[in-house]
């Protein structure tokens, strides 16, 4: 399964997941280090809300999978990365294409390594923005992820 954490055809395969091609969600661009990724969620009539702005829903699972993936890529095979917890907060309404941007620090991996040496659990925390077509922030997510490192590679 080694070829699927190519990023290039990780984020082909992405854009054809149901749960993102359906509502309009497109990783953009996902960083040859697992570092960086851009996501964008399209102004779809299907994913309008009673008010005819984006779904929040669409807009919290354009969120979903990205900072576990991401840290699947950097961290390697000898880590379980799942997601944990998040919470959205609506700050306007989020009207035509949106973006948001996710980033991981070399500190934050080397920190996450570091915290999970003995076999500990840890949970990081991200923020993320999702923000419209002229850079105004519509939305942050909060998300917590469990990371571990696998059974087999834990010490004694």
Excluded at 71 to 90: H, P, S
């Amino acid at each position: 399964m080694k070829w699927a954490f190519n990023p290039a055809v990780m984020r082909h395969l992405l854009n054809f997941w149901p749960p993102f091609f359906f509502p309009g969600i497109k990783v953009v661009e996902l960083g040859n280090d697992y570092h960086y990724c851009r996501v964008e969620l399209k102004a779809r009539p299907w994913t309008r809300n009673i008010n005819s702005t984006q779904f929040g829903g669409s807009m919290f699972a354009m969120t979903d999978p990205i900072y576990p993936l991401m840290l699947m890529g950097a961290l390697g095979k000898e880590y379980l990365v799942w997601d944990k917890q998040a919470d959205i907060d609506f700050i306007k309404p989020g009207k035509g294409r949106l973006s948001a941007e996710f980033w991981l620090s070399d500190a934050s991996v080397d920190a996450i390594k570091a915290a999970t040496e003995s076999g500990d659990k840890h949970f990081p925390q991200f923020l993320v923005h999702i923000k419209d077509h002229t850079g105004q922030i519509v939305a942050e997510v909060n998300r917590t992820l469990y990371v571990r490192k696998k059974a087999k590679y834990r010490p004694g």
